[in-house]
């Protein structure tokens, strides 16, 4: 295969997209839009935009132009214009951008759309062919439908909180706002899908998600524990609560990571520590699991005795699946996240070049040709493309 050429326009080149959401669900939905190739015209309030504009420290860049890493995170390949919706004047371009637009997000609570004169009959009359993404709290309908929606809530109401942490009592939120961005990944995925099937009935559609749904679609072999076998998930700390070994496990100077997913694998890692597989304790999955606190005291015997480097290397040579544990710094100066463009490079208005951390996703064509954006853009600073915008809608 030859070397990849330039990049070729991304899928969604051509498409328009109009975001009206804020904090976290929906714009990291239409930040996944914007970097396979569509154009995100992001509408914000005057006197503060997006609310995370001033969600910090940290904040970055020059006392009186002072921009929060929180919106750097989401918002990176679009263009930000000020609306006040409750204006009429605002109002009416809104509608204008709407008439020309092929997806609209928003992730306002159920009704206010309404409310704003921009209910789905109306939206049908201006735009036939719109494709509208809404991501709520806990979904459209239902007994609790209206309630706001923050990662957090989400994360205790869906049961996520009750089986992450070191036991059931230290309920633990994941580090990062998981709920937020799995509706985004599932909005930026009914959007395509819908874009998809625009295609064979010429119609819009409009696609529903929630913080709810999403986080509850991610419960995997949880949710099954309890569905079918009617068990109910517990925290098990930094062990997996159904494969073993399977988890973080003592060195002499700190901790490395240990997935044994098969027997084949028990007995190669067995070997590697000098440890009996056939031990009655833990010759099978089930059985290492019963004795899982045999089985974690066993194997910190053996790893107590060397540093991290050794034994990751024996388990490499051995093809154990292993790693350590890395601090967020870390992660972003490995050679490894940089060759896969996990770190890009912009030039942003006030903060000159920073990095951000880039797309997960990476295309090309069959014959290596990398498909995509060229470059890619910094997040906008509040109300950047307000007259370039308003030209545009003007010719």
């Not at 239902?142 to 990662?151: M, V």
Request: hydrophobic fraction near 40%.
């Amino acid at each position: 295969m030859t070397a990849p050429t330039a990049p070729l326009d991304g899928p969604l080149t051509g498409t328009l997209v109009i975001d009206l959401s804020r904090a976290l669900a929906g714009p990291h939905a239409t930040m996944v839009l914007a970097d396979l190739g569509a154009r995100v015209i992001k509408v914000e309030p005057p006197r503060g935009g997006d609310d995370t504009r001033g969600w910090g420290p940290p904040f970055v860049g020059p006392q009186d132009q002072r921009e929060s890493t929180y919106f750097l995170a989401a918002n990176r390949n679009k263009e930000s214009v000020q609306l006040d919706l409750k204006d009429a004047g605002d109002l009416a371009v809104l509608k204008e951008l709407l008439t020309r637009a092929d997806v609209l997000v928003e992730n306002y609570r159920p009704g206010v759309l309404d409310r704003l004169g921009l209910s789905q009959s109306v939206l049908e009359e201006l735009n036939s062919r719109l494709v509208v993404l809404s991501i709520t709290g806990f979904g459209h309908d239902g007994p609790e439908g209206s309630r706001p929606g923050y990662d957090q809530i989400a994360q205790g109401e869906t049961g996520l909180m009750s089986m992450t942490g070191p036991d059931a009592e230290h309920p633990t939120r994941v580090g990062v706002p998981i709920g937020d961005i799995l509706a985004g990944l599932n909005g930026a995925i009914g959007v395509a899908s819908a874009l998809a099937a625009r295609e064979r009935t010429g119609r819009g559609t409009v696609v529903r998600t929630s913080l709810l749904a999403s986080v509850i679609g991610a419960h995997a072999f949880q949710g099954t524990k309890w569905t079918v076998a009617r068990e109910v998930a517990l925290p098990t700390g930094n062990h997996h609560p159904q494969i073993a070994p399977y988890g973080a496990f003592r060195c002499s100077d700190g901790f490395v990571q240990i997935a044994v997913g098969s027997q084949t694998q028990w007995a190669t890692f067995a070997g590697v520590l000098d440890l009996d597989a056939a031990d009655e304790r833990f010759a099978r999955n089930s059985d290492r699991i019963g004795n899982h606190a045999d089985l974690v005291k066993v194997i910190e015997d053996r790893l107590t005795t060397q540093p991290r480097a050794a034994w990751l290397e024996r388990f490499a040579a051995a093809g154990i699946p292993a790693g350590s544990i890395r601090t967020v710094d870390e992660v972003y100066e490995w050679d490894q996240t940089r060759s896969q463009g996990l770190v890009i490079s912009v030039d942003h208005p006030t903060l000159g070049e920073i990095e951000l951390p880039g797309p997960s996703l990476r295309l090309e064509t069959l014959g290596g040709e990398r498909i995509g954006r060229e470059r890619h853009v910094a997040p906008p600073t509040l109300g950047q493309h307000d007259a370039e915008v308003r030209d545009w809608l003007a010719r």
